[in-house]
């Protein structure tokens, strides 16, 4: 009699689940055949100014030992850098990128970045990409990943070859050229 109540139970809880599964699995196959994905190439310029009256990179914390360390490791600075279709600061403005990046490394300059790329112009305007990644800041060619986007770039996933363009090294300031392949 219990073996028998623990199938009918089991047959009942397949029979229950299997309309539902089948929906999805149904409703799944035909979103993938619907949507075709596109691989978009974007270039522009980051403009990271830690100087001056008006900076667009402000250091938020630090660990206690930062400034003894030739790295500044543990820093961390939050960013709003103009995206420009040009190394000119004066081009046009294409979007901004707003997040935090810091130092975690001790023997290079090596940062963590948290990025979102929001884009103000064009046919891309409202939509996002997101990098999280390692920047290797003083390699000629530095490559971080494209985790996520929103608008256009709903779904992205990607990569971002970054290469400096312009570095003060008193200041920090920078110009930095990037070449983005987001599929989405």
């Known amino acids: 009699m219990a073996k028998l109540s623990v199938t009918v139970l089991l047959f009942i809880a397949l029979v229950a689940a299997t309309p539902?599964?089948?929906n999805a699995a149904e409703s799944w196959a035909v979103r993938l055949e619907s949507e075709k994905e596109t691989t978009t190439n974007l270039q522009f310029y980051f403009h990271d100014t830690l100087s001056g009256k008006n900076p667009s990179a402000v250091r938020?914390?630090?660990a206690t030992d930062t400034e003894k360390s030739p790295t500044l490791f543990g820093?961390?600075?939050?960013a709003d850098d103009p995206l420009t279709e040009t190394s000119d600061?004066?081009?046009?403005l294409v979007g901004r990128a707003q997040g935090i990046y810091g130092s975690a490394c001790k023997d290079?300059?090596?940062l963590i970045m948290a990025m979102n790329f929001g884009f103000t112009d064009g046919m891309y305007n409202?939509?996002?990409?997101?990098?999280l990644g390692s920047n290797r800041a003083m390699n000629p060619v530095r490559e971080m990943p494209i985790v996520g986007g929103t608008g256009v770039f709903r779904l992205a996933r990607g990569y971002a070859i970054a290469q400096t363009h312009w570095l003060d090294p008193k200041t920090g300031d920078a110009i930095v050229g990037y070449n983005v392949t987001v599929v989405h």
């Open 20 to 22: 539902q599964s089948l």
């Open 60 to 62: 938020v914390a630090q």
């Open 75 to 78: 820093v961390v600075m939050m």
């Open 89 to 92: 600061p004066n081009s046009k």
């Open 108 to 110: 290079q300059l090596g």
């Open 126 to 131: 409202g939509s996002t990409i997101s990098l």
